[in-house]
């Protein structure tokens, strides 16, 4: 039995995950509908309940990957290579469509087509998430505090 992440490089394989990354590559030019991708998967994130330590794991990553488009897209971060960030929009684009290889509405199941491509976009793309990490912080470290003005 292969595992998630080996399921989600078969869905990231398939004709619809391709038909994404034109997309996503498309979407890079336009800032205002990177923005709306980013709020609608952002609030498919945090309408996840659940107490599971691995989805709150799981849920920090994507939030740190929307954070890294950001700052993509405003120019503060360039150090990713374009094609990890066409398939990470694209992988944000599979999460958010209504209707993908097996339908979210279909108990128990319907989801599991999108945890695969989850644990496949945590497995490669792990080293991505990690550099921005890094760089984020040390700009954060590098911003002057903010000081009231009396």
Do not use: C
Not at 35 to 62: C, H, M, P, R, W
Not at 68 to 73: D, E, H
Not at 113 to 142: K, P
């Amino acid at each position: 039995m292969s595992t998630l992440s080996d399921k989600g490089l078969e869905i990231s394989k398939k004709a619809i995950f391709h038909m994404l990354v034109r997309r996503a590559s498309t979407l890079l030019g336009k800032p205002v509908k990177i923005g709306l991708l980013l709020k609608e998967a952002y609030s498919k994130l945090i309408n996840v309940k659940s107490d599971k330590s691995g989805l709150t794991q799981v849920k920090e990553i994507f939030f740190i990957f929307i954070r890294l488009v950001r700052a993509y897209i405003n120019g503060s971060y360039r150090q990713i290579p374009t094609k990890s960030l066409l398939l990470g929009v694209a992988t944000l684009l599979y999460l958010v469509m209504p209707l993908d290889i097996i339908p979210d509405f279909l108990p128990l199941i319907g989801y599991s087509d999108d945890l695969s491509v989850i644990a496949w976009f945590v497995t490669t793309f792990q080293s991505e998430i990690t550099r921005f990490r890094s760089w984020e912080t040390r700009n954060l470290e590098d911003e002057e505090p903010m000081v009231a003005v009396v």
